[in-house]
């Protein structure tokens, strides 16, 4: 069948991303998924997402690692199926979508999209790392030097070790450039490398570091290698609300596969 797609990227997150309102996508067909997002064989992108449609709010998004499985909330991925659902007409500038994890509200401005996401009532916070879930887990260390670190292979120790195992954790390396902000560097699951930028760990990253007080700030920037993104919060005792990613999404290239 012949498949029209949508290349978006936000600060170098790319995605594959394909209008299913008809539901003519074969979305259990993981090795097709798998082969579209491969950058040798396919179009290539570090996840492929589903616009469908909501019985109650805009539309509906389901995301897929480039592995091929569904899996849980991308951050960056949000913003840019809402530039896409622009795009198509669907919103004006605000919008409700649902997701994996729930409803998300966003505002678009320019190429500039803030999506709301999860709130946060649970972080571990141990010796040498913190973990928390901002739609999808996120295991944090704080560095002093993230240039040095090898994150394909420190990462994917940490997400197949324990207590991961098979289930796995998004890795995060963090290290402090002021007193609001700082840079990451994140080894994807389901992409299994390390990725231009991530939405959910760029959040968890801001969390922890206010949670560990390394930040009083609620309102923080955060250097991802594909560019800049700024996280924002709401902190109610424990409990970290009004929780914004914000950053820039681009249209990269529009076309049609063979599958």
């Known amino acids: 069948m012949k498949l029209q797609f949508y290349k978006y990227q936000g600060t170098?997150?790319?995605?594959?991303?394909?209008?299913?309102?008809?539901?003519?996508?074969?979305?259990?067909?993981?090795?097709?998924?798998?082969?579209?997002?491969d950058?040798?064989?396919?179009?290539?992108?570090d996840g492929l997402i589903l616009l469908e449609n909501s019985s109650e709010n805009d539309f509906t998004m389901v995301y897929y690692n480039?592995?091929?499985?569904?899996?849980?909330m991308c951050g960056n991925g949000g913003r840019c199926i809402v530039a896409f659902a622009k795009l198509l007409g669907i919103i004006d500038n605000e919008t409700t979508f649902d997701a994996v994890d729930g409803k998300h509200f966003a505002a678009i401005k320019g190429d500039i999209v803030s999506l709301q996401m999860a709130d946060v009532d649970k972080i571990d916070t141990y010796k040498n790392h913190t973990f928390l879930n901002t739609g999808s887990?996120?295991?944090?260390?704080?560095n002093s030097d993230i240039g040095n670190i090898n994150?394909?292979?420190?990462?994917?120790?940490?997400?197949?070790?324990?207590?991961?195992?098979?289930?796995?954790?998004?890795?995060?390396?963090?290290?402090?450039?002021?007193?609001?902000?700082?840079?990451?560097?994140?080894?994807?699951r389901g992409v299994e490398n390390e990725t231009l930028a991530c939405g959910t760990g760029?959040?968890?990253?801001?969390?922890?570091?206010?949670?560990?007080?390394?930040?009083?700030?609620?309102?923080?920037?955060?250097?991802v290698l594909g560019g800049n993104l700024e996280v924002s919060f709401k902190k109610v005792g424990n409990h970290y609300q009004n929780v914004f990613l914000k950053g820039p999404t681009q249209l990269v290239f529009k076309g049609n596969i063979t599958i």
Do not use: M, W
């Open 12 to 37: 170098g997150n790319d995605f594959i991303i394909i209008d299913n309102r008809s539901n003519h996508f074969p979305k259990n067909n993981i090795k097709i998924i798998h082969k579209l997002c």
């Open 39 to 45: 950058r040798r064989f396919g179009i290539g992108a």
């Open 66 to 72: 480039a592995d091929g499985n569904e899996s849980t």
């Open 137 to 142: 887990p996120h295991h944090i260390n704080f």
């Open 151 to 188: 994150v394909k292979k420190l990462g994917a120790e940490i997400r197949y070790g324990a207590p991961y195992f098979k289930e796995g954790t998004n890795v995060n390396f963090v290290e402090q450039v002021s007193k609001n902000s700082f840079k990451i560097r994140t080894y994807e």
């Open 202 to 223: 760029a959040t968890a990253a801001a969390i922890a570091a206010n949670k560990l007080n390394k930040t009083t700030s609620n309102t923080i920037d955060i250097e």
